[in-house]
């Protein structure tokens, strides 16, 4: 993983956006760094500005994470076993990589945050001993819900509580992630959810899907039961619980 980040950071740099971490580009989440996990949990952040000298001052944040499932979700169960980790969520990781190049050479009104976070996945997948698990989850530094740990976003989540930008001047979060495994038969879509928190952001979607192959699929997250995403975070409505209460402490069985 750290090697990964690097590189990752590296390319950052090469297309020259201007860092937004606590050193350079990387944001570790505190009591994550030391022996056991020399990286720690860290995400990268970079920005670019916008071209207005009023509206460069608010932020688009597009958002995808670092980490993956390490072959353990649904494509795993269909016997495709090298898959999870480039679609959950390298695929994203790659787009959002490309639409900061086309971005560079495009720029638009709003600056644009590139934040690729570490931890999504939960604690559960960072590799590391029980021991170090249990110790991170019932200290101060794990920023999530009570008994979420095992499978709440941790790298967005400690920014969202200590932020190196005024949240009150993000205007449009958007977090890319798979839902599902991947070649549905007969099916090629992108769900999006979460459009009803916006108003007149389904319209705008629509819009942008007009003429594509793929097609959009809305899910209203009100009425319907979804998985966690990283900007839940700056959320005040969802509130995961750990499924197993009497076998859980903080979200670690």
């Not at 989440?29 to 608010?58: Q, R, S, Y």
């Not at 795993?76 to 560079?104: C, I, M, P, W």
């Not at 644009?112 to 590391?128: C, H, P, Q, R, Y």
């Not at 009425?223 to 859980?248: H, Q």
Request: charge should be negative.
């Amino acid at each position: 993983m750290q090697h990964a980040r690097q590189l990752l950071a590296d390319k950052l740099k090469e297309m020259q956006l201007q860092p937004m971490g606590q050193n350079d580009y990387f944001y570790t989440v505190p009591k994550t760094k030391d022996e056991e996990c020399p990286g720690g949990i860290t995400n990268l952040i970079a920005v670019l500005k916008g071209n207005d000298n009023l509206l460069k001052e608010e932020y688009i944040l597009l958002n995808a994470h670092l980490d993956g499932p390490y072959n353990q979700g649904p494509t795993a169960r269909q016997g495709n076993l090298q898959t999870d980790n480039s679609y959950d969520d390298g695929g994203s990781v790659s787009a959002l990589l490309s639409l900061a190049e086309y971005f560079k050479e495009n720029p638009v009104k709003r600056s644009l945050i590139f934040f690729l976070s570490d931890g999504e996945e939960g604690i559960g997948n960072v590799a590391t001993s029980p021991e170090w698990k249990r110790s991170f989850c019932q200290s101060i530094a794990y920023k999530g819900p009570p008994m979420t740990c095992q499978n709440y976003p941790i790298g967005f989540t400690a920014w969202a509580k200590d932020p190196t930008v005024d949240l009150k001047s993000l205007k449009l979060v958007m977090a890319m992630d798979p839902l599902g495994a991947p070649g549905i038969k007969n099916n090629d879509f992108v769900a999006v959810l979460g459009t009803e928190s916006t108003p007149g952001l389904q319209e705008l979607m629509e819009e942008s899907f007009q003429g594509a192959a793929t097609k959009p699929l809305f899910v209203n997250r009100q009425y319907a039961a979804t998985s966690y995403s990283d900007a839940d975070a700056l959320t005040k409505d969802f509130k995961p619980v750990c499924e197993d209460k009497e076998n859980c402490l903080n979200g670690i069985p």
